[in-house]
């Protein structure tokens, strides 16, 4: 089974950034095993250190993908395709990495396999990983055909 980990810097402080984190991760069940790392949220540069650690935990072949509002636009059967890509061609683990406040480093731009975007606007981290998991549930259900809210 494909694995997924979201390293993501910020606490969700809120009940209900949790409640919808949550409820997405419960339905991800289905189709793959996926993780949360949250990182406490600082600087950008101990945030820095922080992600590479996670990042030095995971498989070495795992495939890096950062949330950049500079990255490569992506739509959500983009997103689909991509994953089915990754997973065909034999990866089983991704991991998915937003950044803090202040964005990433150099560092982090350079160990990531690739960067994208969800568009041109800035989310802060809590709705970013909530919009994250949604758009990867979205993805499993785009690929297997399931119905689901256009």
């Not at 890096?64 to 983009?78: M, N």
């Not at 990754?86 to 560092?107: Q, R, W």
Request: proline fraction near 4%; aromatic fraction near 6%; hydrophobic fraction near 40%.
């Amino acid at each position: 089974m494909l694995q997924i980990t979201v390293i993501a810097v910020g606490k969700l402080k809120e009940r209900f950034w949790r409640e919808a984190c949550d409820e997405y991760l419960k339905r991800l069940k289905a189709y793959a095993k996926v993780s949360v790392v949250e990182l406490p949220d600082s600087n950008a540069q101990r945030e820095a250190a922080l992600i590479t650690e996670a990042l030095g935990k995971l498989p070495a072949d795992a495939h890096k993908i950062l949330l950049d509002i500079q990255g490569k636009e992506i739509s959500s059967p983009g997103l689909s395709q991509k994953i089915d890509s990754l997973a065909l061609s034999g990866t089983s683990h991704i991991a998915f990495i937003i950044g803090g406040s202040d964005g990433v480093t150099k560092d982090i731009k350079t160990a990531a396999s690739e960067r994208i975007s969800f568009g041109p606007i800035t989310l802060p981290h809590n709705l970013a990983r909530v919009v994250l998991l949604e758009q990867i549930y979205r993805a499993f259900r785009i690929s297997r055909g399931e119905p689901y809210h256009k």
